[in-house]
């Protein structure tokens, strides 16, 4: 089963957590055991799972990508969006997670979040959920 979610972003750098919408597609696929694989086909986005107790967790990965990965920097990417592309190659624009019992087998702190490097968009984000 493959659904699609569209994420609205507000700023240039923006992460949205979609750890609930993501659980809604586990629920309506009706499967209990399996793979729950999460895609952004997007060459300035990821996605990636961190806590999600903590709001300055989101804020300090920003903050430190930013000062790690300048937008203003000597690129030769004549877009002018090239730190939003190293962005992505870093934090990636996949990753897996397994299902039991019908839900994501996310650690207690855990959320996952679409990371947004050249807004504001409307981007989509790919969920495939596996049976096994």
Not at 17 to 22: C, F, P, Q
Not at 100 to 115: P, R, S
Request: glycine share 8%; with cysteine; charged share 25%.
């Amino acid at each position: 089963m493959i659904r699609f979610l569209e994420v609205v972003t507000q700023k240039r750098t923006h992460l949205e957590e979609i750890t609930d919408e993501v659980q809604e597609i586990v629920d309506e696929s009706g499967i209990t055991e399996g793979i729950c694989y999460i895609y952004v086909p997007h060459t300035t986005a990821g996605v990636f799972i961190n806590e999600n107790a903590d709001p300055d967790v989101k804020i300090d990965i920003e903050e430190t990508l930013e000062k790690l990965i300048p937008w203003q920097g000597k690129y030769r990417h004549i877009e002018g969006n090239a730190a939003a592309h190293i962005k992505s190659v870093i934090v990636g624009t996949n990753t897996f997670i397994p299902i039991k019992n019908g839900k994501l087998m996310l650690g207690t702190w855990q959320g996952i979040f679409f990371a947004e490097f050249d807004g504001p968009r409307t981007r989509k984000v790919i969920v495939k959920i596996v049976e096994g």
